[in-house]
Antibody
Framework: QVQLVESGGGVVQPGTSLRLSCAAS????????MHWVRQAPGKGLDWVAV????????YYVDSVKGRFTISRDNSRNTLYLQMNSLRAEDTAVYYC??????????WGQGTLVTVSP | QSVLTQPPSVSATPGQKVTISCSGS????????VSWYQQLPGTVPKLLIY???KRPSEIPDRFSGSKSGTSATLGITGLQTGDEADYYC???????????FGGGTKLTVL
C-alpha cells in the first residue's frame, strides 16, 4: 500500500533552517510528481511546492520562493523540502502528497514545523 | 485570500442534501480538473472526488462532483453526522504555475 512518511519537523527560531524529508513506499516513486502542502493551525490547506517526477521542473508558491527548495532522490524514494530563512508564518503541518496527474491522491501524516522565538 | 472561493460554512440536517461551491477562473477551474478533499477533525485530508466527478472506489455514491465553466460543486446526499468535516476543492492554476485550494467549507450536520 502507498505510504508517505514525513520527518524533520520541529521548533525552530525565526531566520533559521530546517529540512523535511518524506519517505515513500508502496509505489514507483520515480513515476509521480510530488507536492508539499501545508496547513497552519486551525487554517486551510496551502499549496507550497511541486517537483516533477524526474526532478526537471519545480514550482513554488510566491511566499516561499527564494527560501524553500524542493528536491527528490528517486534512488532513495525520498522527497525533501529545504526551508531557509524561516518565518513565524511558516508555522504549519507540512504534508507530503503524491500527485496522480490531475489530483492529489495520497497524503502523508504530516510533520509539524513551529517557528517561534 | 484563496484563489478558489468556497463558502466558509454550510449546514443541514441528517438525511438531507447539501452542495458546496468552488469558484475560480479560466486560469484554474475552467481549464483543469477539479478534485475535492474531506478532512475530518484531527485527520489528514482524504480524496473524495477527482477529475471533476469521479469517485475513488472506497467513496460512497452519496458524494458527487460537477463542473461548469469556472465553478465546481460538491454534492453530498443522505447526510450523516459522520460527514461533519472540512471540505476543500483543489486544482492547478496555469497562470500561477501552482497548485491552488479553496479556503475550505465546514460542514455541520445538525
Amino acid at each position: 500500500q502507498v505510504q508517505l512518511v514525513e520527518s524533520g519537523g520541529g521548533v525552530v527560531q525565526p531566520g533559521t533552517s530546517l529540512r523535511l524529508s518524506c519517505a515513500a513506499s508502496g509505489f514507483t516513486f520515480g513515476s509521480y510528481g510530488m507536492h508539499w502542502v501545508r496547513q497552519a493551525p486551525g487554517k486551510g490547506l496551502d499549496w507550497v511546492a511541486v517537483i516533477w517526477y524526474d526532478g526537471t521542473k519545480k514550482y513554488y508558491v510566491d511566499s516561499v520562493k527564494g527560501r524553500f527548495t524542493i528536491s527528490r532522490d528517486n534512488s532513495r524514494n525520498t522527497l525533501y523540502l529545504q526551508m531557509n530563512s524561516l518565518r513565524a508564518e511558516d508555522t504549519a503541518v507540512y504534508y507530503c502528497v503524491r500527485y496522480n496527474g490531475n489530483w492529489w491522491d495520497y497524503w502523508g501524516q504530516g510533520t509539524l514545523v513551529t517557528v517561534s522565538p | 485570500q484563496s484563489v478558489l472561493t468556497q463558502p466558509p460554512s454550510v449546514s443541514a440536517t441528517p438525511g438531507q442534501k447539501v452542495t458546496i461551491s468552488c469558484s475560480g477562473s479560466s486560469f484554474n477551474i475552467e481549464n483543469n480538473y477539479v478534485s475535492w478533499y474531506q478532512q475530518l477533525p484531527g485527520t489528514v485530508p482524504k480524496l473524495l472526488i477527482y477529475e471533476n466527478n469521479k469517485r475513488p472506489s472506497e467513496i460512497p455514491d452519496r458524494f458527487s462532483g460537477s463542473k461548469s465553466g469556472t465553478s465546481a460543486t460538491l454534492g453530498i446526499t443522505g447526510l450523516q453526522t459522520g460527514d461533519e468535516a472540512d471540505y476543500y476543492c483543489g486544482t492547478w492554476d496555469n497562470s500561477l504555475s501552482a497548485g491552488v485550494f479553496g479556503g475550505g467549507t465546514k460542514l455541520t450536520v445538525l
